[in-house]
């Protein structure tokens, strides 16, 4: 099992900044990826991105240029950055993870607002 714990979300005006934390436990010797999704009001839940144990970045065409996922190992750690924050960011962001033998596992969300 393994346990994921995010923070780091609130209200921010457009344009503007906000980074995502989250945070494994448990099992974390079985994780290969870790990443977010997000989900709107009423929308399904999207990839946002993800980072493979071996470094390795994928980002939705969303967050192309103004998303990224940085990670510290050591910590257990991976964050998600976003810049130019725009209105139609704004969702419940989840972060997750694949672990060997299939699972994935979720994280509980964060809520992220961008609005004037």
């Known amino acids: 099992q393994v346990q994921l714990v995010e923070s780091g979300g609130g209200l921010v005006q457009p344009g503007g900044p906000l980074s995502l934390s989250c945070t494994a436990s448990?099992?974390?010797?079985?994780?290969?990826?870790m990443g977010w999704y997000r989900q709107a009001p009423g929308k399904q839940r999207d990839f946002v991105a993800a980072?493979?144990?071996?470094?390795?970045?994928n980002y939705a065409d969303s967050g192309k240029g103004r998303f990224t996922i940085p990670r510290d190992s050591a910590k257990n750690t991976v964050y998600l950055q976003m810049n130019s924050l725009k209105p139609e960011d704004t969702a419940v962001y989840y972060c997750?993870?694949?672990?060997?033998?299939?699972?994935?596992?979720w994280g509980q969300g964060t809520q992220v607002t961008v609005s004037s």
């Open positions: 980072v493979t144990n071996g470094g390795n970045t």
């Open positions: 997750m993870c694949n672990a060997h033998g299939g699972a994935t596992y």
């Open positions: 448990g099992s974390i010797f079985s994780i290969y990826a």
